[in-house]
């Protein structure tokens, strides 16, 4: 009886989708990806083709499916990177659209949100992406609310995380969302992974925000020497080379 158990435990285990594309950034799919793989989540990757994808650094990973054969998830996770072409591409687009509208959780990653936007799920709603991307994505989302101040933005089924690292919060908070808190907290010990889900750190609130440009200098390199500070106040140092 208790083998029977555990087997159906394991087939009624959530199914994760991760789109994948040329150019996609790897923390965006690889840190949601152990999340969700230590919390017994079924995992797999979607893209257009079989063909392996070039993703940034490097990193080439085949893709379990293709749009063609896909089967539903409850969870739809698209990361960032370079996401020109994925936005420019309708088949991934009009994959998107279809997919959201069976799954039961849709989370993007990073830039990942300008893909979700394309595909119009973001009408309407709020919405977060890396912090240097914010006024780009409210620019190309007119009917959305993008917000600076945090790490993810949940609306019920849409989820969109900041940049990067901020999706494997997303994903824990995810988990959280679906077998609890404790659940995601001991996931978070066993990854030796410090997740605080009353957090309220997000890159984008920084006060960094507020200095100058000092890439406008035209020719002038810099070498960091140190960069810290908090939401009210910040400090760096750097030493810049004459302009040619």
Same mark, same amino acid.
Not at 33 to 61: L, S, Y
Not at 167 to 186: C, R, S, T, Y
């Given at each position: 009886?208790?083998?029977?158990?555990?087997?159906?435990?394991?087939?009624?285990?959530?199914?994760?989708?991760?789109?994948?594309?040329?150019?996609?950034?790897?923390?965006?799919?690889?840190?949601?990806?152990?999340v969700?793989?230590?919390?017994?989540?079924?995992?797999?990757?979607?893209?257009?083709?079989?063909?392996?994808?070039?993703?940034?650094?490097?990193?080439?990973?085949?893709?379990?499916?293709?749009?063609?054969?896909?089967?539903?998830?409850?969870?739809?996770?698209?990361?960032?990177g370079?996401?020109?072409?994925a936005?420019?591409?309708?088949?991934?687009?009009?994959?998107?659209?279809?997919?959201?509208?069976?799954?039961?959780?849709?989370? /993007?990653?990073?830039? *990942? @949100? %300008?893909? +979700?936007?394309?595909?119009?799920?973001?009408? =309407?709603?709020?919405?977060?992406?890396?912090?240097?991307?914010?006024?780009?994505?409210?620019?190309?989302s007119?009917k959305?609310?993008?917000?600076?101040?945090?790490?993810?933005?949940?609306?019920?089924?849409?989820?969109?995380?900041?940049?990067?690292? /901020?999706?494997?919060? *997303? @994903? %824990?908070? +995810?988990?959280?969302?679906?077998?609890?808190? =404790?659940?995601?907290?001991?996931?978070?010990?066993?990854?030796?992974?410090?997740w605080?889900?009353?957090?309220?750190?997000?890159?984008?609130?920084?006060?960094?925000?507020?200095?100058?440009?000092?890439?406008?200098?035209?020719?002038?390199?810099?070498?960091?020497?140190?960069?810290?500070?908090?939401?009210?106040?910040?400090?760096?140092?750097?030493?810049?080379?004459?302009?040619?």
């Amino acid at each position: 009886m208790a083998l029977i158990e555990k087997i159906d435990n394991k087939e009624q285990r959530p199914s994760v989708a991760i789109l994948l594309f040329d150019n996609a950034q790897v923390i965006d799919y690889a840190g949601p990806w152990e999340v969700f793989g230590e919390a017994g989540f079924k995992v797999f990757t979607v893209a257009e083709k079989r063909a392996p994808i070039n993703a940034v650094f490097g990193q080439k990973i085949v893709p379990d499916y293709t749009f063609a054969n896909s089967p539903t998830a409850d969870i739809l996770l698209v990361p960032g990177g370079g996401v020109r072409n994925a936005i420019g591409n309708p088949a991934l687009i009009k994959w998107i659209q279809t997919n959201a509208q069976k799954s039961k959780q849709v989370m /993007s990653v990073c830039t *990942g @949100a %300008f893909i +979700l936007s394309k595909a119009g799920l973001l009408d =309407g709603l709020s919405a977060t992406t890396i912090e240097h991307a914010v006024e780009d994505l409210q620019k190309v989302s007119p009917k959305t609310k993008v917000v600076h101040d945090q790490r993810y933005v949940d609306n019920g089924k849409i989820i969109t995380t900041a940049g990067l690292s /901020s999706g494997i919060d *997303g @994903a %824990f908070h +995810l988990v959280a969302k679906m077998n609890g808190e =404790g659940e995601a907290q001991a996931i978070a010990l066993g990854m030796e992974y410090q997740w605080d889900p009353h957090s309220k750190y997000a890159r984008g609130a920084l006060a960094d925000r507020y200095l100058p440009d000092f890439s406008d200098v035209k020719g002038a390199k810099a070498k960091m020497i140190s960069t810290e500070g908090d939401l009210d106040h910040w400090e760096m140092k750097a030493l810049f080379s004459e302009p040619n």
